[in-house]
């Protein structure tokens, strides 16, 4: 399976050639960039899509199963790239399930929104530059799932960072994009110094990089070899590798939250909405967010093995992210907010669903571990219904030119494709049956109920929260009272086919898997056909049943919650909303500027670290470290005061000191020598 | 037959000549033919020591021959300089051309 080494170059290629090729002197005169650099993304995208549908394909259908009934880890491409001692650094690409599930995410959301954004960016200045930033971002990502080691996948980390850093600041001539971008990239950039750290003791303990001790031909051969470096005093050695492994992990797993903005460190993501739509789509709605979720269930044999207990620290931190970031996004008025919030809620969903998986044995590891597989699967019906959500809103920005609900209301008749894809969208964030949503959803809150009830109550709130804050998004754009001031100027109307192909495309997705998982779920179809039989936490088969307690009661939840919503806000007017407003005022408020987060970080950062600690650091600089080495010029300066004068500028001059200094040599070979 | 104190005597008075010259005038041409009155003194010793002490070589001869090329090969430089600082300046003064220094 070579061939999946395209994947990885035929972006980097196209990246190279509408990065480099100035395509609008391709005709003299006239300007046909527009075209050319989009379809050269789009082409060479759609071949990337193709490659990753066969690489799927090939290596779950036609891959002969190992013997416990696990997929094998095939490495088809694999070198070093630096040697040093017995640490290597290498460059591969290393397909395993998740990684083949995550080329499918990345190639067709990729691909939606790289079709998306010839309707979107029609006319804009900078195409060429926008599809060039795209191509970036889709290798990037792709290398970092397919890496075949932890720093392999760092290095990748670090490129979809700067992606993602110049597609929030693709507006460079408006204050907040470059603000939003210098903050995306400052944020994400402290979380990985965590992350790096957190590598270097880990490869300095184990004296590798690799994601698994377990036996194939990347990994290590034996979990005990393992901790040996290279001295050979085993017993302490290992005893400090099992304390640090934790420790390296907890690390690993802050970069892992700043990429995908857990609390506190999600401050960057609502503010990356100034970037353009399609690139929320992409990159902060279904692909770059949830690398912190792959980046755990990479290294999860190691979490797992070695430090189960502190796989708690990821459920409590999603946990409070989910809630926090769901009762932020009850209140938000601009509908890119909403989502970025929901999304912010949805990926720590998925950080639950990892941390509340437990270690077992063989067989038993699939059931104790269901959250592992609950989590990848909602990874990949999250990336769908989302990047449709957010492909929808850029629609509708498109036909109001405005990111504020209060702009909306009433669309639904002049929008219909829009409408119902997003209303399918909502339908599966929401978790109602035979939509995506529901079967990803429930198996996490089935995982959470088996780690502890609290977690799984918990949860099944946020889910509530979740099903609700979507339907007021929802019934604010599509429903109650129409702008007529804005409408007076030009009707909304309809996107180009380019903008509503992929909302379709998208939704056909959500219906279809989420249709085939919940028949599954129930017994109807058979079991294989659930996404158990692809991604499981050890590998085999695990076949998939929805514990029908939990089931039933997210699916009435959600219901009620949905009903709240249309209650509330589904009218013309809204007394309820405004009566629930004026009842708590300052409960509203602290939601709508969401907790004051921002102003604190604000704070922390320019009233305690720039003006207490930096400044005088600044100064100590400015002043004793500079003031040492002006003293030290000035004081070369005073000295050569003294001699330069030799230097008249007079040739003359010059030659009677040759000529005495040739009379004083010859002087010296006479009389002394 | 001349004594070759008498040939050396010559050169180092041509020799000192031109550096007395060299040092004291204030006309760069002036300085030029110094120049070239040193240049002289020295293929002169080439010639004599050639002739006195190995009269059956030909290396001095040569040497001389080379120096008188280099001689007019470097004259042609100075004087194009000079035409430059003269476009430049109106003068050819060495005294005033103090400027490239620190």
Same mark, same amino acid.
């Given at each position: 399976?070579?061939?999946?080494?395209?994947?990885?170059?035929?972006?980097?290629?196209?990246?190279?050639?509408?990065?480099?090729?100035?395509?609008?002197?391709?005709?003299?005169?006239?300007?046909?960039?527009?075209?050319?650099?989009?379809?050269?993304?789009?082409?060479?995208?759609?071949?990337?899509?193709?490659?990753?549908?066969?690489?799927?394909?090939?290596?779950?259908?036609?891959?002969?199963?190992?013997?416990?009934?696990?997929?094998?880890?095939?490495?088809?491409?694999?070198?070093?790239?630096?040697?040093?001692?017995?640490?290597?650094?290498?460059?591969?690409?290393?397909?395993?399930?998740?990684?083949?599930?995550?080329?499918?995410?990345?190639?067709?959301?990729?691909?939606?929104?790289?079709?998306?954004?010839?309707?979107?960016?029609?006319?804009?200045?900078?195409?060429? +530059?926008?599809?060039?930033?795209?191509?970036?971002?889709?290798?990037?990502?792709?290398?970092?799932?397919?890496?075949?080691?932890?720093?392999?996948?760092?290095?990748?980390? =670090?490129?979809?960072?700067?992606?993602?850093?110049?597609?929030?600041?693709?507006?460079?001539?408006?204050?907040?994009?470059?603000?939003?971008?210098?903050?995306?990239?400052?944020?994400? +950039?402290?979380?990985?110094?965590?992350?790096?750290?957190?590598?270097?003791?880990?490869?300095?303990?184990?004296?590798?990089?690799?994601?698994?001790?377990?036996?194939?031909?990347?990994?290590?051969?034996?979990?005990?070899?393992?901790?040996?470096?290279?001295?050979?005093?085993?017993?302490?050695?290992?005893?400090?590798?099992?304390?640090?492994?934790?420790?390296?992990?907890?690390?690993?797993?802050?970069?892992?939250?700043?990429?995908?903005?857990?609390?506190?460190?999600?401050?960057?993501?609502?503010?990356?909405?100034?970037?353009?739509?399609?690139?929320?789509?992409?990159?902060?709605?279904?692909?770059?967010?949830?690398?912190?979720?792959?980046?755990?269930?990479?290294?999860?044999?190691?979490?797992? =093995?070695?430090?189960?207990?502190?796989?708690?620290?990821?459920?409590?931190?999603?946990?409070?992210?989910?809630?926090?970031?769901?009762?932020?996004?009850?209140?938000?008025?601009?509908?890119? +907010?909403?989502?970025?919030?929901?999304?912010?809620?949805?990926?720590?969903?998925?950080?639950?669903?990892?941390?509340?998986?437990?270690?077992?044995?063989?067989?038993?590891?699939?059931?104790?571990?269901?959250?592992?597989?609950?989590?990848?699967?909602?990874?990949?019906?999250?990336?769908?219904?989302?990047?449709?959500?957010?492909?929808?809103?850029?629609?509708?920005?498109?036909?109001?030119?405005?990111?504020?609900?209060?702009?909306?209301?009433?669309?639904?008749?002049?929008?219909?494709?829009?409408?119902?894809?997003?209303?399918?969208?909502?339908?599966?964030?929401?978790?109602?049956?035979?939509?995506?949503?529901?079967?990803?959803?429930?198996?996490?809150?089935?995982?959470?109920?088996?780690?502890?009830?609290?977690?799984?109550?918990?949860?099944?709130?946020?889910?509530?929260?979740?099903?609700?804050?979507?339907?007021?998004?929802?019934?604010?754009?599509?429903?109650?009272? =129409?702008?007529?001031?804005?409408?007076?100027?030009?009707?909304?109307?309809?996107?180009?086919?380019?903008?509503t192909l992929p909302l379709v495309v998208l939704s056909i997705i959500t219906?279809?898997?989420?249709?085939?998982?919940?028949?599954?779920?129930?017994?109807?179809?058979?079991?294989?056909w659930n996404f158990g039989s692809f991604v499981t936490a050890s590998g085999?088969?695990?076949?998939?049943?929805?514990?029908?307690?939990?089931?039933?009661?997210?699916?009435?939840?959600?219901?009620?919650?949905?009903?709240?919503?249309?209650?509330?806000?589904?009218?013309?007017? %809204?007394?309820?909303?405004?009566?629930?407003?004026?009842?708590?005022?300052?409960?509203?408020?602290?939601?709508?500027?969401?907790?004051?987060?921002? =102003?604190?970080?604000?704070?922390?950062?320019?009233?305690?670290?720039?003006?207490?600690?930096?400044?005088?650091?600044?100064?100590?600089?400015?002043?004793?470290?500079?003031?040492?080495?002006?003293?030290?010029?000035?004081?070369?300066?005073?000295?050569?005061?003294?001699?330069?004068?030799?230097?008249?500028?007079?040739?003359? %001059?010059?030659?009677?000191?040759?000529?005495?200094?040739?009379?004083?040599?010859?002087?010296?070979?006479?009389?002394?020598? | 037959?001349? /004594?070759?104190?008498?040939?050396?005597?010559?050169?180092?008075?041509?020799?000192?000549?031109?550096?007395?010259?060299?040092?004291?005038?204030?006309?760069?041409?002036?300085?030029?033919?110094?120049?070239?009155?040193?240049?002289?003194?020295?293929?002169?010793?080439?010639?004599?020591?050639?002739?006195?002490?190995?009269?059956?070589?030909?290396?001095?001869?040569? @040497?001389?021959? @080379?120096?008188?090329?280099?001689?007019?090969?470097?004259?042609?430089?100075?004087?194009?300089?000079?035409?430059?600082?003269?476009?430049?300046?109106? /003068?050819?003064?060495?005294?005033?051309?103090?400027?490239?220094?620190?």
């Amino acid at each position: 399976m070579s061939y999946t080494l395209f994947i990885l170059l035929l972006p980097l290629f196209s990246f190279l050639l509408i990065g480099i090729v100035d395509m609008d002197i391709l005709k003299n005169g006239k300007v046909w960039s527009h075209k050319a650099a989009g379809l050269i993304g789009t082409c060479s995208l759609g071949i990337v899509t193709v490659l990753s549908y066969m690489t799927a394909w090939q290596y779950f259908f036609q891959t002969e199963r190992l013997a416990d009934g696990s997929l094998p880890t095939l490495v088809p491409f694999n070198t070093t790239w630096l040697p040093l001692g017995n640490l290597h650094f290498d460059l591969g690409i290393l397909l395993d399930p998740i990684s083949v599930m995550m080329l499918v995410v990345i190639s067709t959301v990729s691909l939606m929104v790289h079709i998306y954004s010839f309707g979107y960016m029609h006319g804009e200045r900078g195409f060429q +530059r926008y599809y060039a930033f795209l191509s970036l971002f889709s290798m990037s990502m792709i290398g970092l799932v397919l890496a075949t080691n932890i720093f392999q996948m760092y290095l990748f980390w =670090e490129l979809v960072g700067v992606s993602s850093y110049l597609l929030i600041g693709f507006y460079y001539t408006t204050a907040p994009a470059i603000a939003a971008s210098k903050k995306a990239f400052i944020v994400t +950039r402290f979380a990985d110094m965590f992350f790096l750290v957190g590598i270097l003791i880990f490869g300095y303990y184990t004296q590798s990089f690799n994601f698994s001790f377990a036996g194939s031909e990347v990994q290590m051969a034996d979990g005990a070899a393992a901790f040996i470096p290279c001295d050979p005093q085993t017993a302490l050695v290992k005893n400090a590798a099992y304390a640090v492994l934790p420790i390296s992990l907890v690390l690993m797993f802050i970069g892992g939250a700043g990429k995908s903005a857990m609390f506190p460190l999600h401050i960057w993501l609502p503010d990356a909405m100034e970037g353009p739509t399609p690139v929320s789509a992409l990159i902060h709605a279904a692909t770059m967010v949830v690398a912190g979720v792959f980046q755990i269930a990479r290294m999860f044999p190691i979490w797992i =093995e070695y430090a189960p207990q502190t796989l708690s620290v990821v459920v409590w931190v999603g946990a409070f992210t989910a809630f926090y970031a769901a009762a932020v996004a009850c209140t938000q008025s601009d509908i890119k +907010r909403v989502l970025a919030f929901s999304t912010i809620s949805q990926i720590a969903f998925m950080m639950v669903a990892l941390g509340v998986c437990l270690p077992g044995e063989g067989e038993h590891l699939n059931h104790a571990s269901l959250g592992y597989m609950a989590s990848m699967f909602h990874l990949f019906t999250h990336a769908m219904f989302k990047a449709c959500l957010f492909l929808g809103a850029g629609c509708i920005i498109h036909a109001v030119h405005s990111n504020e609900m209060s702009a909306m209301g009433g669309l639904r008749k002049y929008m219909p494709v829009t409408r119902w894809t997003f209303l399918i969208s909502c339908l599966a964030i929401a978790g109602i049956p035979f939509f995506s949503g529901f079967s990803s959803k429930d198996e996490i809150i089935s995982a959470c109920f088996q780690y502890n009830s609290i977690c799984g109550w918990w949860m099944t709130a946020v889910a509530a929260m979740t099903a609700f804050y979507m339907f007021r998004l929802y019934y604010g754009i599509f429903w109650g009272t =129409e702008n007529k001031e804005l409408h007076a100027e030009h009707t909304p109307h309809e996107a180009p086919w380019t903008m509503t192909l992929p909302l379709v495309v998208l939704s056909i997705i959500t219906v279809g898997v989420g249709a085939v998982t919940t028949l599954a779920g129930f017994g109807i179809l058979p079991e294989t056909w659930n996404f158990g039989s692809f991604v499981t936490a050890s590998g085999a088969v695990y076949g998939v049943h929805f514990d029908m307690q939990v089931a039933l009661t997210s699916t009435c939840i959600a219901l009620v919650s949905i009903g709240l919503a249309t209650w509330i806000f589904k009218g013309e007017t %809204q007394p309820i909303a405004d009566k629930m407003y004026a009842a708590a005022p300052h409960l509203h408020r602290w939601a709508y500027k969401r907790f004051y987060l921002d =102003e604190v970080y604000q704070f922390v950062t320019h009233k305690i670290i720039f003006a207490r600690i930096s400044t005088p650091i600044a100064w100590f600089d400015r002043h004793v470290i500079d003031g040492f080495f002006n003293f030290l010029a000035w004081g070369t300066h005073k000295l050569s005061a003294l001699i330069k004068g030799f230097q008249s500028g007079s040739v003359q %001059q010059y030659a009677i000191w040759f000529f005495l200094g040739v009379l004083a040599v010859l002087g010296i070979m006479v009389f002394v020598l | 037959m001349i /004594h070759i104190e008498c040939l050396l005597g010559l050169s180092a008075i041509m020799m000192f000549a031109g550096i007395y010259g060299f040092l004291t005038r204030r006309s760069t041409l002036a300085i030029l033919l110094s120049i070239e009155l040193m240049l002289n003194a020295a293929d002169i010793n080439f010639a004599v020591f050639n002739r006195m002490l190995f009269p059956e070589g030909h290396e001095g001869y040569f @040497f001389a021959l @080379f120096t008188i090329a280099i001689a007019a090969a470097e004259s042609a430089i100075a004087i194009a300089i000079m035409i430059n600082i003269y476009r430049q300046l109106s /003068h050819l003064g060495v005294d005033k051309l103090t400027k490239l220094k620190f």
